[in-house]
């Protein structure tokens, strides 16, 4: 299991860092990720960290329930979007509209769509967004084959890791995404095998998400 126990002495910090404290549930569940940027979203004052954030919340439930063609359109993206993808210290650069897209469609197509924060920190200033999170994508075992895991391809796995993100947006009204960077720790990097009744598919992931992508407007 990858949840990290809880030390004791970090029990007893006045801290409100979630890393720090590892406090990361022991099962993966799919709304926990917007559940944490709803409440933050609601503890947020300023009109344009609240667009921001507004818009963060649409791009990634958009992402994480496949809809995948819906993100690089107009009300949420600038039309050039610049990407650079930590994958286990190498980082992949992704220059425009079509490589970005290519990168969303290729992870629906793979069925790796499905991801989120077990535990994360976040922030918004007028640049953009930053979360440092332990992170979890579930992932077919035929997609870990260069992984160093004996994964079997029939099954599923938690591919854990800690990532840090920076979003960067435009400062207008309704801003827009500029850019991600994604860096990732590869020595943070942990698989568990899911028994088949913890699996979140796909489409388990569509229908969960749904009641939050309805509400997560631009307005």
């Known amino acids: 299991m990858y949840a990290e126990p809880v030390n004791p002495k970090n029990q007893r910090l006045d801290t409100a860092d979630a890393l720090t404290l590892m406090r990361v549930p022991p099962k993966f569940d799919v709304t926990e990720w917007p559940r944490q940027v709803e409440a933050f979203l609601q503890a947020t004052e300023k009109p344009l960290h609240r ?8 791009h990634l439930l958009l992402e994480v329930a496949g809809y995948w063609d819906r993100i690089i359109v107009p ?5 050039e979007p610049e990407y650079r993808v930590g994958d286990r210290g190498t980082v992949h650069v992704l220059s425009g509209r079509a490589a970005v897209e290519g990168f969303y469609r290729q992870t629906f197509e793979t069925r790796q769509n499905v991801m989120g924060a077990r535990t994360m920190n976040m922030g918004v200033e007028d640049y953009g967004v930053t979360t440092e999170a332990v992170w979890t994508h579930v992932v077919p075992g035929a997609c870990l084959q260069d992984h160093p895991v004996d994964a079997d391809p029939q099954a599923w796995y938690l591919m854990n890791h800690h990532l840090l993100q920076i979003f960067t947006y435009t400062r207008d009204a309704q801003p827009k995404l500029i850019s991600e960077r994604i860096y990732d720790d590869p ?20 229908a969960q998400l749904a009641p939050f992508l309805a509400r997560a407007t631009l307005a």
């Open 51 to 58: 667009a921001i954030l507004k818009n963060y919340l649409r």
């Open 75 to 79: 009300e949420l993206t600038v039309d």
């Open 187 to 206: 020595q943070s990097y942990s698989y568990e095998k899911l028994a088949p009744a913890d699996v979140v598919t796909p489409e388990m992931a569509r």
